[in-house]
């Protein structure tokens, strides 16, 4: 039985295409009015697993459920449920936005006084009011996206799959769907959302995952995610000038000795690399690191210390992946 907080929940969920697991003993739980936000490269499955949900497409084996309900034994309930944003935009060009709206507002069976209402507030909130006679094929890439949003709110859905709801938008237009992406979740909407843009998850999401060849790689909140990789709140040491091979050999090996990490050096940028100390022992190696550079003359432009973004705690995941997997 599934706990009432649990929205969206996956039991070994998977799906094989030509002898292929593309989605392979998946096991996701999204909880009630949580934005989750599932990354992964070209061909991880992501696409797989959000047609599966959406019962656009049959499991392989596995199971899932949607506020409670088997979707795949009652689908046409389950459809009730939830709104899809595909990863391609599912509009009608040669109709209007209205008349868009009103064809999936009649697919709901929406009486046309609601219908009505609904629609003139969607359009408005997805600043598309003045547009509505005109045809949808006429709309921008980002026009059109706020449409098929638009679309999948109509039944005013408590769950919404978005496949890379902001793919190819301009940054403004990614900000307003982000906005109401926030207006969602403060309504209590469950979202679970696909994306390339490591900003927008972190930025949108309370957990993330990673999903790799199928399998659920890394989950957590960003904060988790961070601290899962080690290594990677640093200290960047940027020189003035280039050093020698033997120089630059003496002073890796003195900075190691002085940090008590094995430091990294970045050709392109001329920046040591070491890994930052635990907080309390923060001071006392930066205070170690600057007495000793000055006293051996070897100037810097640039002393950081950093926190990772997702992007750096991405490519750090994947580097160890691939390093465990040979
Ligand atoms: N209809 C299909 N027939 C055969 N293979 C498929 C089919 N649909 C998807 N696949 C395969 O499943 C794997 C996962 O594809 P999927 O579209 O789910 O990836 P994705 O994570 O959404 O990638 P992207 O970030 O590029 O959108 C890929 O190897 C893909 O080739
Ligand atoms: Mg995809």
Redesign the pocket.
């Known amino acids: 039985m599934q706990s009432k907080d649990v929205t969206i929940e996956t039991n070994e969920l998977s799906k094989v295409?030509?002898g292929?697991a593309?989605?392979d003993r998946l096991n996701l739980k999204v909880q009630a009015g949580e934005l989750y936000a599932l990354l992964?490269?070209?061909?991880?499955?992501?696409?797989?697993?959000i047609n599966m949900l959406t019962t656009l497409l049959k499991p392989t084996s596995g199971s899932f459920r949607i506020c409670g309900f088997d979707a795949m034994k009652d689908p046409e309930q389950a459809k009730r449920l939830f709104g899809i944003v595909s990863?391609d935009v599912a509009i009608y060009q040669e109709l209007t936005a209205y008349e868009n709206l009103k064809f999936i507002a009649d697919l709901h069976g929406i009486a046309k006084a609601e219908a009505n209402t609904r629609i003139m507030d969607l359009l408005a909130k997805a600043g598309l009011s003045e547009r509505l006679n005109d045809r949808a094929g006429e709309f921008s890439g980002g026009m059109q996206r706020k449409l098929s949003i638009a679309g999948a709110l109509l039944h005013t859905p408590r769950v919404l799959f978005m496949?890379?709801p902001t793919v190819g938008l301009d940054p403004a237009s990614r900000r307003q769907i982000w906005a109401s992406l926030m207006d969602l979740k403060k309504m209590g909407v469950t979202i679970l959302l696909?994306t390339?843009y490591l900003e927008e998850a972190e930025l949108l999401a309370d957990r993330i995952g990673i999903?790799s060849q199928?399998k659920l790689s890394q989950e957590g909140t960003i904060d988790q995610l961070r601290r899962k990789v080690r290594g990677i709140r640093g200290i960047a040491i940027r020189l003035n000038k280039r050093l020698g091979k033997a120089e630059l050999e003496s002073v890796l090996q003195e900075i190691a000795t002085l940090s008590g990490s094995k430091p990294v050096y970045d050709h392109v940028r001329n920046t040591i690399n070491i890994t930052q100390p635990p907080d309390a022992e923060l001071v006392g190696v930066l205070r170690k690191l600057l007495n000793w550079l000055d006293a051996n003359a070897i100037s810097f432009s640039r002393l950081a210390t950093s926190e990772a973004n997702l992007e750096e705690v991405f490519l750090a995941i994947a580097r160890e992946e691939e390093s465990n997997s040979q």
């Open positions: 295409f030509g292929r593309c989605v992964g490269e070209n061909g991880a499955g992501k696409t797989t697993t990863q496949d890379e696909t390339h999903i199928g």
